[in-house]
């Protein structure tokens, strides 16, 4: 039912990245390449959230030569236990949080829609709703069915509970999401209908759901716990079970607890990241039963033709449910610095992302809508899924200080989200033939700004791509991204966002590094330090702090205060460098005189 990815803001405290606006003290002004520029996290967003590249769960960009060494490939790396919530007022005060989070997440891929636009019936009848207004449709028809039911103890009425739970959860509702799924759970306990093997199943399901929810919050002994009974519950349902055609799907529901449980010990951090790894590889064997050798391995997993047959059999949840373990065990491996393994973990999920994207039909898109299934992947999903395993693939190479690599999958990664807009699935006589449908290479001259369609995410990729080409000389290529990123966090968070301040800064770094247009620089620090100053005016106000703000308020002063001294400093280096300039010009010019003088 709900396919766990290690959430990005599963603890919203955990998951605010830093961001790494650092000095332009360490910038050689008068080197062609710089390597050391300034690179933001995109994690504010003040109408809800950009999207985020370049860190996991609070671990920060290292901003000194320490740091760097410590985040180099086969290096040991130490992760921080999680903090864990432990008042009820943080709980709640986090759960208050989630909901606007998740919002901005699903509203990432896809373009704002204009309170002005004006649109006739027609139109609308041709429109498909993604993201949050799909999940607020899916949500509003999920109640109506369940109120036009007369309230009984059928697997029936109980289903439409879930899904209301399953929708809630999705939203980010998680009080709601709770209030479903313990409903169920005591009802179906106080019928004793658990005593059925459908029932049974049901009542695992909901105490994984009660796990994710948990999860979710940051509220991790409790998430351990009903992850642990569901765990004990569907082993005994697969040991007890005499249904041939049930049990697959029992070992796929099995798969699902044990990839969370591996989530679950991945954000709590410390030194169970080992115990993570061996649960994923549980996860997939398990959803992965019946397509096995004896071995446990994927049948003929060298030769991808076969593979490619294996995949192609399952359904869309299924290979998802796949992509998202395979994600996990990516993000593990980042996380603690093993960035080719990484690489090839991401990539092996890419391949399988892509299979299930190249069977995708014009009808596949067209049936999908808000009376699809609840907890299935959407269409978009499926595309997304592809975008956003060579965004991770980007970071991992980035992290490396492989940016030639970096960039080629940032530019990758903006061709197919801007390529997805638009494509909506094979033609009927295309046979899902992926090959023939889906392009293979892009290039960032060619991914041309496309403004009145553009999207959080294309500002968050197309600046991550302007730093990785700053980084290997092609400092004017990487500028142009920065201006469209730019430009479009102008246009959808206004000018006073303090994402558009990140972005300055980092166009700073690369007027005031290796292109030594100082004006320029200092025209993009002074606008950044106006900002950042705004931001803090509003943080340190006590009646401006609210809802997250206020609870993460301190935190953000104190990231605040650092933004704003890196401008400061950055403002200094380049007046230098002007006032440096200019005595060396009157020193030439005095030169100059003197030898006319004596000719």
């Given at each position: 039912?709900?396919?766990?990815?290690?959430?990005?803001?599963?603890?919203?405290?955990?998951?605010?990245?830093?961001?790494?606006?650092?000095?332009?003290?360490?910038?050689?002004?008068?080197?062609?390449?710089?390597?050391?520029?300034?690179?933001?996290?995109?994690?504010?967003?003040?109408?809800?959230?950009?999207?985020?590249?370049?860190?996991?769960?609070?671990?920060?960009?290292?901003?000194?030569?320490?740091?760097?060494?410590?985040?180099?490939?086969?290096?040991?790396?130490?992760?921080?236990?999680?903090?864990?919530?432990?008042?009820?007022?943080?709980?709640?005060?986090?759960?208050?949080?989630?909901?606007?989070?998740?919002?901005?997440?699903?509203?990432?891929?896809?373009?704002?829609?204009?309170?002005?636009?004006?649109?006739?019936?027609?139109?609308?009848?041709?429109?498909?709703?993604?993201?949050?207004?799909?999940?607020?449709?899916?949500?509003?028809?999920?109640?109506?069915?369940?109120?036009?039911?007369?309230?009984?103890?059928?697997?029936?009425?109980?289903?439409?509970?879930?899904?209301?739970?399953?929708?809630?959860?999705?939203?980010?509702?998680?009080?709601?999401?709770?209030?479903?799924?313990?409903?169920?759970?005591?009802?179906?306990?106080?019928?004793?209908?658990?005593?059925?093997?459908?029932?049974?199943?049901?009542?695992?399901?909901?105490?994984?759901?009660?796990?994710?929810?948990?999860?979710?919050?940051?509220?991790?002994?409790?998430?351990?716990?009903?992850?642990?009974?569901?765990?004990?519950?569907?082993?005994?349902?697969?040991?007890?079970?005499?249904?041939?055609?049930?049990?697959?799907?029992?070992?796929?529901?099995?798969?699902?607890?044990?990839?969370?449980?591996?989530?679950?010990?991945?954000?709590?951090?410390?030194?169970?990241?080992?115990?993570?790894?061996?649960?994923?590889?549980?996860?997939?064997?398990?959803?992965?039963?019946?397509?096995?050798?004896?071995?446990?391995?994927?049948?003929?997993?060298?030769?991808?033709?076969?593979?490619?047959?294996?995949?192609?059999?399952?359904?869309?949840?299924?290979?998802?449910?796949?992509?998202?373990?395979?994600?996990?065990?990516?993000?593990?491996?980042?996380?603690?610095?093993?960035?080719?393994?990484?690489?090839?973990?991401?990539?092996?999920?890419?391949?399988?992302?892509?299979?299930?994207?190249?069977?995708?039909?014009?009808?596949?898109?067209?049936?999908?809508?808000?009376?699809?299934?609840?907890?299935?992947?959407?269409?978009?999903?499926?595309?997304?899924?592809?975008?956003?395993?060579?965004?991770?693939?980007?970071?991992?190479?980035?992290?490396?200080?492989?940016?030639?690599?970096?960039?080629?999958?940032?530019?990758?990664?903006?061709?197919?989200?801007?390529?997805?807009?638009?494509?909506?699935?094979?033609?009927?006589?295309?046979?899902?033939?992926?090959?023939?449908?889906?392009?293979?290479?892009?290039?960032?001259?060619?991914?041309?700004?496309?403004?009145?369609?553009?999207?959080?995410l294309e500002a968050a990729i197309r600046s991550n791509l302007g730093h990785a080409l700053a980084h290997i000389g092609q400092e004017k290529l990487g500028l142009d991204n920065y201006e469209a990123s730019l430009k479009i966090k102008r246009q959808l968070g206004g000018n006073d966002n303090i994402e558009v301040a990140h972005t300055l800064?980092?166009?700073?770094?690369?007027?005031?590094?290796?292109?030594?247009?100082?004006?320029?620089?200092?025209?993009?620090?002074?606008?950044?330090?106006?900002?950042?100053?705004?931001?803090?005016?509003?943080?340190?106000?006590?009646?401006?702090?609210?809802?997250?703000?206020?609870?993460?308020?301190?935190?953000?002063?104190?990231?605040?205060?650092?933004?704003?001294?890196?401008?400061?400093?950055?403002?200094?280096?380049?007046?230098?460098?002007?006032?440096?300039?200019?005595?060396?010009?009157?020193?030439?010019?005095?030169?100059?005189?003197?030898?006319?003088?004596?000719?």
């Amino acid at each position: 039912m709900m396919w766990q990815r290690v959430p990005k803001h599963t603890f919203l405290k955990a998951s605010r990245r830093r961001v790494a606006t650092c000095s332009l003290e360490s910038l050689n002004l008068t080197n062609h390449r710089t390597y050391n520029l300034c690179q933001p996290n995109h994690n504010q967003f003040t109408f809800s959230s950009w999207r985020s590249f370049t860190s996991f769960h609070g671990i920060t960009s290292p901003e000194n030569e320490d740091g760097r060494e410590a985040l180099q490939p086969g290096k040991k790396t130490a992760i921080p236990e999680a903090e864990v919530v432990k008042s009820d007022e943080d709980k709640q005060k986090i759960r208050e949080s989630i909901a606007e989070v998740v919002r901005a997440e699903l509203s990432a891929y896809f373009t704002p829609k204009q309170g002005n636009t004006q649109i006739d019936d027609d139109e609308e009848k041709e429109i498909v709703l993604e993201g949050y207004e799909r999940l607020l449709q899916m949500l509003n028809n999920a109640q109506a069915r369940h109120d036009n039911m007369k309230a009984n103890n059928t697997l029936e009425y109980t289903q439409s509970i879930m899904d209301l739970g399953e929708l809630h959860y999705q939203l980010g509702n998680m009080d709601q999401s709770q209030e479903m799924f313990m409903s169920v759970l005591k009802q179906l306990l106080e019928s004793n209908a658990d005593v059925d093997e459908k029932s049974t199943i049901v009542v695992a399901q909901c105490m994984h759901s009660l796990g994710a929810v948990h999860a979710r919050c940051g509220e991790f002994d409790e998430a351990f716990r009903w992850y642990e009974e569901s765990l004990r519950r569907k082993n005994e349902i697969i040991e007890e079970s005499s249904s041939a055609e049930s049990i697959n799907s029992y070992h796929f529901e099995l798969g699902k607890t044990y990839n969370a449980l591996a989530s679950l010990q991945a954000m709590r951090g410390g030194i169970q990241w080992r115990e993570a790894m061996s649960m994923f590889q549980l996860a997939e064997r398990h959803q992965l039963h019946g397509h096995l050798s004896d071995n446990g391995d994927v049948l003929d997993m060298e030769d991808h033709g076969v593979e490619r047959h294996i995949f192609e059999k399952l359904t869309p949840h299924h290979v998802q449910s796949i992509v998202n373990i395979r994600f996990n065990v990516g993000k593990l491996l980042q996380q603690h610095a093993q960035y080719e393994e990484a690489v090839d973990t991401f990539r092996d999920a890419l391949d399988v992302a892509r299979i299930d994207v190249g069977r995708m039909t014009i009808d596949d898109v067209k049936d999908y809508g808000a009376s699809s299934v609840v907890g299935h992947p959407s269409p978009s999903d499926r595309k997304n899924a592809v975008v956003e395993l060579l965004v991770q693939i980007a970071d991992c190479r980035a992290s490396a200080q492989n940016f030639d690599e970096a960039a080629q999958a940032y530019e990758e990664a903006l061709g197919y989200h801007i390529f997805f807009r638009r494509w909506n699935g094979n033609s009927d006589d295309s046979n899902g033939q992926e090959a023939s449908v889906l392009p293979t290479t892009f290039s960032s001259t060619n991914i041309k700004l496309d403004f009145e369609n553009a999207t959080t995410l294309e500002a968050a990729i197309r600046s991550n791509l302007g730093h990785a080409l700053a980084h290997i000389g092609q400092e004017k290529l990487g500028l142009d991204n920065y201006e469209a990123s730019l430009k479009i966090k102008r246009q959808l968070g206004g000018n006073d966002n303090i994402e558009v301040a990140h972005t300055l800064m980092g166009m700073g770094a690369v007027y005031g590094g290796p292109l030594r247009d100082f004006p320029a620089a200092l025209n993009c620090f002074k606008e950044a330090l106006y900002i950042y100053r705004g931001k803090m005016n509003e943080l340190t106000d006590e009646y401006g702090l609210s809802g997250s703000n206020k609870f993460f308020g301190d935190e953000e002063t104190v990231e605040m205060d650092g933004h704003i001294q890196n401008a400061v400093n950055n403002i200094g280096l380049i007046e230098a460098g002007l006032l440096k300039d200019r005595e060396d010009g009157i020193t030439r010019k005095e030169d100059d005189t003197e030898v006319d003088a004596v000719l």
